[in-house]
């Protein structure tokens, strides 16, 4: 009789596929739309995962930010800038001769490297929400650079604006 | 008994590996920054996996918090030279934009 394998390896197994699937056709498909729609489902899994890893603030910031934020800049500029019936010209693949290879090696190389490695790991990992230990430690210990980061942000949007504001004489 | 920290990794090295292959063969600008993001969030998915089975889980969680930050950063101003690029050249094939090579 096959053991049972618990719950959490069949939620991983699930996500992780469902995730490299998603991942495959962010890389893979032709059409824009249809990686921008693929990567919404990459980082919804992504959220998936880090809710497992008791990570849930991450998790909601993850689809606050990605879905909410970055993946609507995506689809927007997507549908601003390509003429995205035209696939054939504006998104054509090159250098897959030269990527594949590199690619498959680095995996190849990763997978090879990954059984030998030992992780130190404590015996068994707490599953606690998370949210006041980190608005504790962001205004503590890692107080700086959450005030650097802050300004980078502001920086970038600034920046942003800067580049694509129509010149005003 | 839980599973540890090994199918993470292998499921992180699989996303990197997708994005790395993304950024080497896109000619789209858009798409190569999709490429980008996988990496970010392969890296992020690294993180949170050590951070959880770990010494000390909040360090990793703190900075995966700056990864998405430092994503969402790099989209606004990629996007910004995208659409500019796009104005200026009228496609976004970064294999066309060249002036400024010596």
Known sequence: MLPVPSMDVVVFTLVALFMVGAACVVTFSRSLIYSAFALLAMLFGSAVIFGMLSADFVAVTQLLVYVGGILILILFAVMLTADIDRMNITNRSVHYKAAAPLALGLLLFMWAILPGASWRVVAEPVSQSVVAPIGNALLQEYLLPFEVISVLLLAALIGAVVLVRREVR | ?102
Do not use: C
């Open chain 2, 1 to 102: 008994m839980s599973m540890g920290v090994g199918p993470y990794l292998v499921l992180s090295a699989v996303i990197f590996v997708l994005g790395l292959y993304n950024v080497m063969t896109r000619r789209n600008a858009v798409g190569v920054l999709m490429g980008i993001e996988l990496i970010l969030n392969a890296a992020a998915i690294n993180l949170v996996a050590f951070a959880h089975y770990g010494v000390n889980p909040l360090a990793g969680q703190v900075f995966t918090l700056f990864v998405i930050v430092l994503a969402a950063t790099e989209a606004a101003v990629a996007l910004a030279i995208v659409v500019t690029i796009y104005k200026r050249f009228h496609n976004i094939d970064v294999e066309e934009a060249t002036i400024l090579r010596g």
